[in-house]
């Protein structure tokens, strides 16, 4: 199986703050990585899809980088509406894994 | 405007069954390969399994915590996908999330997401 990490685990940061998020994959995934945002209550949303692409409505200010095993999701800009979990998964193979989550709270 | 709404969630016994559904509107849900996805109390996300279109083949996939005892299902006829839990260990107590996923060069992602339905499993 293959193994995602995240770092961090949480972060505090405030309005206007850029933040980067990583995630490590076990073995190279080439660019099967999507990065998605949780909120209490709510449903995952899609915010990146093949490591660099943006989901269509997902504010520019979401970016997504990287290839292999590494990989790094950036909020240019945060604002009040990020604060949330965001976790990457891996879809290179079966079993379909996920990171265990980025929380990102306000300072 | 596509979207999932998932059903049948309670709260059962070790031992027990119990059988989870997600309606689909907004696609064309016979094209769609359909997933569950669960949420442990807190933990991160968790791959349960998959079922393909039956243009794919209509096969199932399997997280290996589940296999066995889990199976996935769909009924193109009524736009609902079908997770039936047997053999329930207090470990599988979740938010359960049915989302379809979709894929371009073979590349996937997941895209919408139910608004999940809490089974609890407990004496």
């Known amino acids: 199986d293959i193994q995602m990490t995240q770092s961090p685990s949480s972060l505090s940061a405030s309005v206007g703050d850029r933040v980067t998020i990583t995630c490590r994959a076990s073995?190279?995934?080439?660019?099967?990585l999507n990065w998605y945002q949780h909120k209490p209550g709510k449903a995952p949303k899609l915010l990146i899809y093949?490591?660099?692409s943006l989901q269509s409505g997902v504010p520019s200010r979401f970016s997504g980088s990287g290839s292999g095993t590494d990989f790094t999701l950036t909020i240019s800009s945060l604002k009040s509406e990020d604060f949330a979990t965001y976790c990457c998964?891996?879809?290179?193979?079966?079993?379909?894994?996920f990171g265990g989550g980025t929380k990102v709270e306000i300072k | 405007e596509v979207q999932l709404v998932e059903s049948g969630g309670g709260l059962v016994k070790p031992g027990g069954s119990l059988r989870l559904s997600c309606e689909a509107s907004?696609?064309?849900?016979?094209?769609?390969?359909m997933n569950w996805v669960r949420q442990a109390p807190w933990k991160g996300l968790e791959w349960v399994g998959r079922?393909?279109?039956?243009?794919?083949?209509?096969?199932?996939e399997y997280a290996a915590p589940v296999k066995g005892r889990f199976t996935v299902s769909r009924d193109d006829s009524k736009n609902t996908l079908y997770l039936q839990m047997n053999s329930l260990e207090t470990e599988d107590t979740a938010v359960y999330y049915c989302?379809?996923?979709?894929?371009?060069?073979?590349?996937?992602?997941?895209?919408?997401w139910g608004q999940g339905t809490l089974v609890t499993v407990s004496s």
């Open positions: 907004g696609f064309t849900f016979s094209n769609a390969w």
């Open positions: 989302t379809t996923e979709w894929a371009v060069a073979t590349i996937g992602w997941f895209d919408p």
């Open positions: 073995q190279s995934i080439s660019s099967y």
């Open positions: 093949a490591a660099s």
């Open positions: 079922i393909k279109s039956k243009t794919d083949g209509g096969t199932t």
């Open positions: 998964q891996q879809s290179y193979s079966t079993p379909l894994t």
